[in-house]
């Protein structure tokens, strides 16, 4: 071992052992770096103040800790030293590097820079137990946890809720699984589509003749991420009052369960089996569903009487409105093929864009059916400020999703750009752990971080 990274691994022993007692909710007393938030926000950012260690990949894991990041969190993101987070070989498409940036490759992957904003990056190897070390030592000064291995994987580093509860016994330390912590299943991989397909969302989706399909974005990850953030919220809110962590147990197939909502409820109650894949429509209001146009397709809600007869008035068929076939919504349903028939016989004599401005401000629910370009352009999304650009280091300026929540006081906003691999590895090692530069560059030497 050579004499520099001797002295590296002594120091990070002697930090082990000087760690001060940790105390909630005072971020001051943890030595904690806070972030101020944009001139345009007048107090700080809800979760300013904590930290997150982030040991997840791919999307629901990301997506969560990408909500705690900003609402003003500190994330750090733990990675692979050399690979990263596996969504960044994700592409194309590429943000591609800028000719003097440094880099060299495709750029850095879409699919990546969707999940991984306000985060800092360390590459780190599981594999040396100094790593382990500075993972620890990270935990340690940690008020979140947040990781999607398989269960009981990182016990054998020690780093399994129960080991790291002892060194921070108010670490909320969330596990978001496929198939969760127990179960027949929990050993098991869970992705997305799976659990789409064996927890009942594909059976439920596409047409009504056609076979099952996936969702089109992954969007039991989603929910995952969502419920995930919630819970952890919620469990910060618990600390404030007893001073105590706790291990959340998030599994995509019990999010996807959850979701089913009303279908799930109706066959509970029924004990019936579902109805199957309605494509757009409802399975019991009508019309509720795309029809045909002249050059596209418009999505129609007549979701009462009184809607109904607004959707009748627009047709120019108000006699409809009194057709004992059609007079209630349960004559509708019976005579849904009918109904639905002529009303698309009528839809596709104008186009989109006419049907929409039939019924602009007649107070039913109607919409077009964009594409993803037409959703990122449309009027409204940019009048809601959902689409945001904000300059790369080392790809420039990139387009970007925005959160989606408005404050009236703390607005979340971008305060660091999605990070390359390992941006932040010395930066993390020296703000948090104190180690030098040499320190950090014997660990680069022996591969531990990068």
Known sequence: MSQVRAMAISRLGRLAHSKLPIQWPNAAARGMRRYSAAAANNGPLPLEGYRVLDMSRVLAGPYCTQILGDLGAEVIKIEHPTRGDDTRAWGPPYAKYKPDSGRQGPGESAYFLGANRNKKSLGLSFQHPE????????????????????????????????????????????????????????????????????????????????????????????????YASNSIMAALLSRAKTGKGQHIDVALSDCQTATLANIASSSLISGKKDSGRWGTAHPSIVPYRAFKTKDGDILIGGGNDRLFGILCDGLDKPQWKGDANFKTNADRVAHRDELEAKIEAITQQRTTQEWLQTFEGKGMPYAAINDIQGTLNHSHTKARDMVIEIDHEYCGPIKMVNTPVKWSETQPIVRIPPPILGQHTNEILSEHLGLSESDVAALKDQGVVS
């Open 131 to 226: 790593g382990v070390d500075i993972l620890h030592k990270l935990a340690a000064k940690c008020d979140i946890l947040v990781e999607n291995y398989l269960p009981g994987t990182l016990k054998k580093y020690s780093m399994d809720y129960e080991s790291l509860r002892k060194i921070n016994p108010g670490l909320i330390y969330a596990s978001i699984t496929g198939y969760g912590q127990t179960g027949p299943y929990s050993n098991r991989a869970g992705y997305d589509v799976m659990v789409e397909a064996e927890f009942g969302l594909m059976h439920i989706t596409g047409s009504r003749d056609g076979p099952p399909v996936k969702v089109g974005v992954a969007v039991t990850d989603l929910t995952t991420g969502l």
